[in-house]
């Protein structure tokens, strides 16, 4: 199998679990609080791991107790952890609220949003995956010289991702499915992209090249426990089919597959175990 360079986040996920919708001014009652690894290169690694690929993970990971709980667990699951950068920042949680009907909201500390990334590690890899919202000037263009790049659209629009996929979600990005959305694409991504992939949860996902535009159905599924990490997964999924040579049409099709284990708790793509509540906790206070 390949070997997968992903460069995101890797968190640890609070999820409050809610009894009614989230709705702004009521009053909200939770069943359940759980803590576990979660984040969007963690997701997307996770999900590649069980497709049998090697993950290289780049991201900071702390060095207290929280952040040595995720390490184990990632050690567990098979990754190779050589590039984690640690740091002495305390580790802090990231909310999840999770209605009954499975709709996640996530809650954000400003200081994980504020994360720039400034240096990257000289290894090889087959193709490298980038989820991050910010970079260095020039880290990312020196990556995809170098190397095969699907990345997500980053939520600033300052933002440059060199790439030959770009995928987006429409909650984050609604502008990506007009009719210029390649080509608003193509001033993120630079001239080598090749295709824009947007996701739009339940909906048909919108697969924009150059001369055309497909819309690929997603079959329904019952009614998932949460959706946290779906599109992450429908990333890795993606991966694995255009590492097997398919075109951008059947790798699509493949992301949507793995989203679909993933959300269904498939053997192999199960959610992880909670992390240790006391030791979280403990580290965060």
Avoid: K
């Amino acid at each position: 199998m390949a070997h997968v360079l992903v460069i995101g986040s890797v968190n640890v996920d609070r999820l409050w679990r809610l009894t009614a919708p989230l709705r702004a001014g009521e009053r909200l009652t939770r069943s359940e609080m759980s803590l576990r690894l979660g984040g969007g290169g963690f997701n997307t690694g996770a999900a590649l791991r069980a497709l049998g690929h090697r993950v290289t993970l780049v991201a900071p990971l702390s060095t207290d107790a929280a952040g040595r709980a995720c390490r184990t667990q990632l050690e567990a699951m098979g990754f190779d952890l050589r590039a984690m950068r640690e740091t002495d920042a305390p580790t802090v949680p990231l909310d999840i609220l999770i209605g009954p009907e499975g709709e996640r909201t996530i809650i954000a500390p400003a200081g994980t949003e504020a994360r720039r990334l400034t240096s990257l590690p000289a290894l090889e890899a087959d193709i490298a995956y980038v989820n991050l919202r910010r970079a260095a000037p020039g880290l990312l263009e020196a990556l995809a010289a170098r190397l095969p790049v699907v990345a997500q659209v980053p939520l600033e629009r300052t933002e440059s991702r060199p790439a030959q996929v770009l995928i987006a979600s429409s909650a984050d990005h609604a502008l990506f499915t007009g009719a210029d959305a390649f080509r608003e694409a193509r001033a993120i991504g630079g001239d080598d992209l090749r295709s824009l992939v947007v996701t739009q949860g339940a909906g048909p996902v919108l697969l924009c090249e150059a001369e055309r535009r497909t819309a690929l159905p997603v079959p329904a599924l019952a009614a998932p426990a949460e959706t946290t990490g779906a599109g992450d997964a429908f990333a890795a999924g993606f991966i694995d089919g255009w590492l097997a040579g398919s075109p951008a049409a059947a790798a699509a099709r493949r992301g949507i597959e793995i989203a679909g284990r993933v959300l269904a708790g498939a053997p192999g793509f199960q959610r992880p175990p909670p992390l240790p509540l006391a030791t979280v906790l403990a580290a965060t206070d």
